[in-house]
């Protein structure tokens, strides 16, 4: 168990207003968050940083959540890092591509609050 302070998590999150939520909350619990607001910048973060933890968009511009996912699994560097899938739809088809291509969980962003999510977070870190 690595101390919170220390465990970098990586959103990678096009959506402004969420992204400010998460870094409030984020900030609140001590936990250390680094955010990319697009696929491609998310996935050089993570190389450069590896994190202990990465909240992968689906739904991105240019370079979606599924394509970052398949690219983080297929390095060496960041395939051991658990990735939870955020998602504005709860689409069975999505979840289980997301397992499939080694999604450690699947979130649906309407559905879990801020304090939630932290909590679930908690429970990989």
């Known amino acids: 168990m690595s101390n919170n302070l220390t465990a970098k998590i990586l959103l990678v999150e096009d959506d402004e207003t969420l992204v400010e939520m998460y870094i409030m909350k984020f900030k609140e619990e001590n936990l250390n968050l680094l955010v990319a607001k697009e696929g491609e910048a998310g996935l050089a973060l993570a190389q450069k ?45 999505d979840i289980a591509k997301g397992k499939a291509l080694g999604a450690a969980d699947y979130i649906v962003k309407s559905s879990m609050t801020p304090a939630e999510l932290v909590a679930k977070i908690r429970t990989y870190l």
Do not use: R, Y
Request: charged share 25%; no cysteine.
């Open 49 to 93: 940083e590896l994190p202990g933890l990465i909240l992968l968009d689906i739904m991105m511009p240019k370079m979606d959540g599924f394509a970052v996912l398949t690219a983080l699994k297929k390095s060496e560097k960041t395939k051991e890092i658990p990735v939870l899938m955020l998602s504005n739809l709860g689409q069975e088809a």
